[in-house]
């Protein structure tokens, strides 16, 4: 499974960037605001740091504006994909743009219904959201199995980008669904080091090496 970091801090990207766990990025206007940057310098800053695909997403809200903003933001660096939402809109824009070739991370993705129009629509990525599922009573891990047996079912090479993570146990059930991407925020990748037993057999050695009188160096 693919990591991308879900935020616009570029401070953040780079930390992971080092262990080679970033795969690629995803913002949205939101995490702009979070990060006090420009759209433009920060997604062009981050795309001169990352590889892989860096998602930028649209503001606008009808089709015709939308591919014009998308545009725009592809020609930042090769490696923009193109942030639409999930409206009828949305997947006009999607068809269009990615039939110019670029990469479009179709999102605000909560039904294997909408799932399936992204598909159809040529996104090369399609991003549910789990979390927010999760916090109306309704399964995000679950939409994201129901979205991987449609794409096997009919061979849809979009990708499924499980977004709105907020745990580690998230991170690990998307990879055991099979989700070919999932974005989260840089604290929940490094949470997935966290375990009990590692802080607690590490205190028991840690204490039985003084013990020793030794030293390595
Ligand atoms: O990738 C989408 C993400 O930014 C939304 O996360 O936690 O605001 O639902 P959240």
Same mark, same amino acid.
């Given at each position: 499974?693919?990591?991308?970091v879900d935020t616009a801090v570029i401070?953040e990207i780079?930390? *992971?960037?080092?262990?080679?766990?970033?795969?690629?990025v995803t913002t949205?206007?939101?995490l702009?605001?979070k990060s006090?940057?420009?759209?433009?310098?920060?997604?062009?800053?981050i795309?001169? *740091?990352?590889?892989?695909? /860096?998602?930028?997403? /649209? /503001?606008?809200?009808?089709?015709?504006?939308?591919?014009?903003?998308?545009?725009?933001?592809?020609?930042?660096?090769?490696?923009?994909?193109?942030?639409?939402?999930? =409206?009828?809109?949305? *997947?006009?824009?999607?068809?269009?743009?990615?039939?110019?070739?670029?990469?479009?991370?179709?999102?605000?993705?909560?039904?294997?219904?909408? %799932?399936?129009?992204?598909?159809?629509?040529?996104?090369?990525? /399609?991003?549910?959201?789990?979390?927010?599922?999760?916090?109306?009573?309704?399964?995000?891990?679950?939409?994201?199995?129901?979205?991987? =047996?449609?794409?096997?079912?009919?061979?849809?090479?979009?990708?499924?980008?499980?977004?709105?993570?907020?745990?580690?146990?998230?991170?690990?059930?998307?990879? @055991?669904?099979?989700?070919?991407? %999932?974005?989260?925020p840089a604290?929940?990748? @490094?949470?997935?080091?966290?375990?009990?037993?590692?802080?607690?057999? *590490?205190?028991?050695?840690?204490?039985?090496?003084?013990?020793?009188?030794?030293?390595?160096?």
């Amino acid at each position: 499974m693919k990591f991308f970091v879900d935020t616009a801090v570029i401070s953040e990207i780079a930390e *992971l960037n080092e262990l080679g766990m970033v795969d690629g990025v995803t913002t949205n206007p939101s995490l702009i605001l979070k990060s006090g940057r420009n759209i433009l310098e920060v997604t062009k800053e981050i795309c001169d *740091l990352v590889d892989g695909p /860096v998602s930028a997403e /649209v /503001v606008a809200t009808k089709a015709e504006d939308m591919i014009a903003e998308g545009r725009k933001l592809a020609e930042i660096a090769d490696n923009i994909a193109v942030k639409v939402p999930l =409206t009828w809109d949305g *997947l006009k824009a999607c068809k269009v743009l990615s039939g110019e070739g670029r990469m479009v991370n179709v999102t605000l993705c909560f039904s294997a219904n909408q %799932a399936l129009l992204a598909a159809k629509a040529g996104a090369t990525f /399609v991003s549910p959201f789990i979390g927010r599922l999760d916090d109306i009573n309704i399964d995000g891990l679950q939409l994201i199995a129901d979205i991987r =047996t449609i794409y096997v079912n009919y061979g849809y090479e979009t990708q499924i980008l499980a977004a709105s993570i907020r745990t580690a146990n998230h991170m690990s059930e998307c990879a @055991k669904i099979g989700a070919d991407v %999932a974005t989260a925020p840089a604290a929940v990748i @490094k949470a997935m080091a966290n375990h009990v037993l590692t802080d607690k057999g *590490l205190a028991q050695f840690t204490a039985d090496w003084a013990k020793t009188g030794q030293k390595i160096l």
